[in-house]
């Protein structure tokens, strides 16, 4: 069995007998030593499970428990309460906070691996689950509800921060005319080339989506303007190699692209996709094949 699991614990035993434990059985283990450590792990290191106390130096571990919940990011993320609190009162609280099981510490090690292994292969089944309802079966990257679920969270997390980043809207110029022409199924092939010449030319940490039947769609976070250009200008020079052909002419392949970038002065999302939306119209009006970022009046 394998996964990475989050420890929030304050007390050294316990830390130490639980990350021993975990580590015995193969399972890569991350630690916290307080609530407010949570969140920043969640962010550049997620989990597979959490195990978490209740009582902690800062916040207490319902708190926690009902923040994680709260972002739509971790709708399968389990997480066990372990703790030495065993009312009832307390495990209906973490139920209602959202916990997926309750343990106490006087537990024997054989039950909390049997926990542990039955939550891990629950999370497994969900994600094949949400992959499924976030992914463009045709091109096997994100869908359009995907990527919105994801800008939603940036917007947020770049408020809070005070960090910017940018979206990029890319439609493959004439696409009507490489189906007409060549067939559905060049254009198809067309589409899947496009999507996978993108995310070979993107970070890990972007977000590429099918964003409707021709266009495509980039989140870029924490990245300013020019870095937006220089990575979308790179993208359109790669897929201008593409060729869609069945047996005749062939038609070069080339992509109009819109960028937008999230400021203090954008009122929320749709504002920001609108504006990547209206570079786009300029790009394609100015003869396509070029990338233009929206400039604010």
């Known amino acids: 069995m394998t996964g990475k699991i989050l420890i929030v614990e304050d007390n050294p035993a316990d830390m130490k007998f639980l990350k021993e434990t975990l580590e015995r059985e193969k399972y890569e283990t991350i630690c916290s030593k307080n609530g407010e450590g949570v969140f920043p792990l969640l962010e550049?290191?997620?989990?597979?499970?959490?195990?978490?106390?209740?009582?902690?130096?800062?916040?207490?571990?319902?708190?926690?428990?009902r923040r994680i919940r709260q972002n739509d990011l971790f709708i399968s993320l389990p997480v066990l309460f372990y703790t030495t609190i065993s009312t009832i009162n307390e495990k209906l609280i973490g139920l209602e906070v959202g916990a997926s099981d309750f343990l106490t510490k006087s537990a024997d090690e054989r039950e909390l691996l049997i926990r542990i292994r039955n939550l891990?292969?629950?999370?497994?089944?969900?994600?094949?689950?949400?992959?499924?309802?976030?992914?463009?079966?045709?091109?096997?990257?994100?869908?359009?509800?995907?990527?919105?679920?994801?800008?939603?969270?940036?917007?947020?997390?770049?408020k809070r921060y005070k960090r910017n980043f940018c979206c990029a809207i890319m439609d493959i110029d004439y696409f009507k005319t490489i189906n007409d022409t060549f067939g559905h199924p060049t254009g198809d092939r067309v589409l899947k080339e496009v999507a996978e010449v993108t995310r070979s030319n993107i970070r890990t940490a972007d977000v590429l989506c099918r964003y409707g039947g021709d266009e495509f769609a980039v989140l870029l976070p924490e990245?300013?303007?020019?870095?937006?250009?220089?990575?979308?200008?790179?993208?359109?020079?790669?897929?201008?190699?593409?060729?869609?052909?069945?047996?005749?002419?062939?038609?070069?392949?080339?992509?109009?692209?819109?960028?937008?970038?999230?400021?203090?002065?954008?009122k929320?999302?749709?504002?920001?996709?609108?504006?990547?939306?209206?570079?786009?119209?300029?790009?394609?009006?100015e003869g396509r094949n070029q990338i233009k970022a929206y400039i604010e009046k």
């Open 120 to 158: 891990l292969n629950a999370k497994k089944k969900i994600d094949k689950i949400v992959k499924l309802s976030f992914y463009d079966e045709l091109t096997e990257i994100y869908n359009r509800r995907y990527f919105y679920h994801r800008l939603r969270d940036e917007c947020e997390r770049s």
């Open 44 to 65: 550049s290191n997620p989990p597979d499970l959490v195990i978490l106390d209740i009582l902690l130096p800062d916040i207490d571990g319902f708190d926690v428990c």
């Open 268 to 285: 929320d999302m749709n504002e920001l996709m609108s504006q990547a939306d209206n570079a786009l119209y300029k790009a394609k009006q």
């Open 223 to 266: 990245t300013d303007l020019p870095g937006a250009c220089v990575t979308t200008e790179r993208v359109r020079r790669f897929i201008a190699n593409l060729e869609a052909e069945n047996g005749e002419k062939p038609h070069h392949v080339t992509i109009s692209c819109g960028i937008s970038v999230f400021s203090e002065s954008i």
